[in-house]
């Protein structure tokens, strides 16, 4: 079973994340947070293999800005051994968004307009360890990478490609004959650049 906690300060997202969720055997909500500040502790808590984690978050109570989804992640991989894995879910797509997410430490990157079952697939991929982009966040990357301030090599550029068309890590090992951490690796050079 795949244990998730929803990070989001909408409750009505929640409450359709949850719904899109329990509709699968093989995944559990086991909690729901509004702050960036209650992801955190309930990760450090423990029993959590996904975040669902929103980039944004309201105004806390005293009307300061609480801490970003990418804030949290950070926290989280900075001060547990074995964190759970992030998956951004949110409305926000400019490069700025997308890839100080994917530099904070999350494993992947869907809007939320994404259809139930991307959802599903990508909270499975990301239970197992594998990188998730959604299409429309795969294009981005590859419209910038069209137009680099760094060349990316041409394994990078492969690399690239097959995760654009929804390619899981361990796939695009077996496709391009790559280990997971060889495939990880080639990512981690390309958000960078």
């Not at 309930?42 to 980039?55: H, T």
């Not at 074995?82 to 869907?110: M, S």
């Not at 795969?138 to 995760?163: C, G, Y």
Request: glycine fraction near 8%; charged fraction near 25%.
């Amino acid at each position: 079973m795949i244990r998730v906690l929803l990070a989001d300060d909408h409750e009505i997202v929640r409450l359709g994340l949850r719904a899109v969720l329990e509709s699968a055997d093989d995944i559990e909500v086991i909690g729901e947070v509004a702050t960036a500040e209650a992801a955190i502790a309930a990760a450090q808590a423990g029993g959590i293999d996904v975040i669902l984690m929103d980039l944004r978050f309201g105004p806390g109570v005293e009307g300061t800005r609480l801490a970003t989804g990418a804030d949290a992640t950070a926290e989280i991989k900075r001060t547990m051994e074995k964190p759970p894995h992030v998956l951004v879910v949110t409305n926000y797509d400019t490069d700025a968004d997308i890839l100080g997410a994917i530099e904070a430490g999350a494993l992947g990157y869907l809007l939320k307009d994404a259809p139930p079952e991307e959802l599903l697939a990508a909270v499975r991929s990301a239970a197992e360890g594998d990188s998730t982009l959604s299409p429309t966040v795969a294009n981005r990357l590859m419209t910038r990478v069209r137009t680099p301030r760094t060349s990316l090599t041409p394994r990078e550029l492969e690399v690239l490609k097959l995760v654009a068309s929804g390619s899981s890590n361990r796939e695009i090992g077996r496709t391009l004959l790559l280990s997971e951490a060889t495939v990880k690796s080639h990512l981690v050079h390309i958000y960078d650049k």
